[in-house]
């Protein structure tokens, strides 16, 4: 920038800069295909409760909570300049290589 309008300015200056200008300097995020549909998950939300209600104490049911993960090799992505209030979406290039990680909890324990 020095070189094309002949102004020299220090880091800090220029992240003053950009603060005035509203920008904030955060990370993007990956954006998903979908995204998570809110009443779907009130509803088993509320399918769960009534489950814990009616499970005695004594009962010989095994309730475990069970979930799945996976580690994405996705890039990690850096801070950036972006507008206050807004987030940068960042489409994952390629094909994306995955683990799967599993794990249950006892509802009772």
Not at 16 to 39: C, N, S, W, Y
Not at 64 to 77: A, G, K, Q, T, V
Request: aromatic share 6%; proline share 6%; charged share 35%.
């Amino acid at each position: 920038m020095a070189r094309e309008v002949k102004i020299l300015l220090s880091e800090s200056r220029v992240r003053q800069i950009m603060k005035e200008e509203g920008l904030v300097f955060k990370r993007p995020k990956h954006t998903l295909a979908q995204k998570r549909d809110k009443e779907a998950i009130a509803e088993v939300r509320g399918i769960l409760e009534q489950v814990k209600k009616t499970m005695e104490p004594s009962s010989n049911i095994e309730f475990l909570f069970l979930d799945e993960s996976e580690i994405h090799s996705y890039p990690h992505l850096v801070r950036m300049w972006m507008p206050k209030g807004e987030c940068v979406e960042v489409l994952a290039p390629g094909k994306n290589q995955k683990i799967p990680i599993y794990g249950a909890l006892d509802y009772r324990e």
